[in-house]
């Protein structure tokens, strides 16, 4: 079962903040962020393991909340470079081969 | 640094015919993927590969299509009797273990079937 992102869409100026979340309706083992440009691979962004903790890298950090089986993504100050859809891949303990079921994706666009 | 190659990076074909495409993994990873994305949609996984066989794969991932490891390096997917709904971009993925691990994405295969 895919994951459910929000927004589906959302449009900064340049600087501001955004959060993107991710929920599941199953547990998860982790929690997997990419952003894809148009035409390109999804790049990987941070993997959220189970334990609650939160990752961070640059101004882009992510939290995952196992009980409540949900993940963000907090985009800070954002800059032109961030725009692209977000996708987050979420891993659960009852698939063998731990395929990444993706939600829809939630498209930013950072404007000057 | 080391990542995801597939070759090629755009494939013209007609309905019907067979395809076959490759993938070069990061060479000390042991679980392969193929996923696919059909234009303007979310990525969704077909298959994935571990230890010479296949570990899981979706619905999608019918009688039509297969996947093998040759040789040491190249992985592939075969689309046996192609169909126009197999238009799609392919990306190919590889990680070193099986779980809670990042999976690197090649840069993509564009399949169009006309």
């Known amino acids: 079962q895919q994951p459910v992102q929000s927004p589906q869409a959302v449009i900064l100026r340049e600087g501001e903040d955004a959060v993107i979340n991710c929920s599941s309706s199953k547990a998860l083992y982790s929690v997997h962020w990419y952003r894809q440009k148009h035409g390109e691979a999804p790049v990987f962004l941070m993997i959220l393991l189970k334990g609650g903790e939160q990752k961070g890298h640059d101004k882009i950090s992510a939290s995952f909340n196992e009980k409540k089986q949900q993940s963000s993504l907090y985009l800070t100050a954002s800059q032109l470079s961030y725009s692209g859809t977000y996708f987050c891949g979420t891993e659960d303990p009852e698939t063998s081969g731990s395929r990444l079921t993706f939600g829809e994706g939630t498209q930013l666009t950072v404007n000057p | ?114």
Not at chain 2, 9 to 27: A, D, K, Y
Not at chain 2, 56 to 65: G, H, L, R, T, Y
Not at chain 2, 95 to 109: D, H, K, N, V
């Open chain 2, 1 to 114: 640094e080391p990542e995801v190659t597939q070759t090629p990076s755009h494939q013209v074909t007609q309905m019907g015919q067979e395809v076959i495409l490759r993938c070069v993994p990061i060479s000390n990873h042991l679980y392969f993927y193929w996923y696919r994305q059909i234009l303007g949609q979310k990525v969704e996984f077909l298959v994935s590969f571990y230890n010479n066989e296949i570990s899981e794969k979706s619905e999608i991932f019918d009688d039509q299509f297969s996947v093998e490891r040759p040789d040491g390096s190249n992985f592939t997917l075969k689309i046996r009797s192609t169909k126009l709904e197999d238009s799609a971009m392919y990306f190919c993925a590889s990680r070193w273990g099986q779980s809670q691990e990042t999976q690197y994405f090649g840069p993509g295969t564009r399949l169009l079937v006309l």
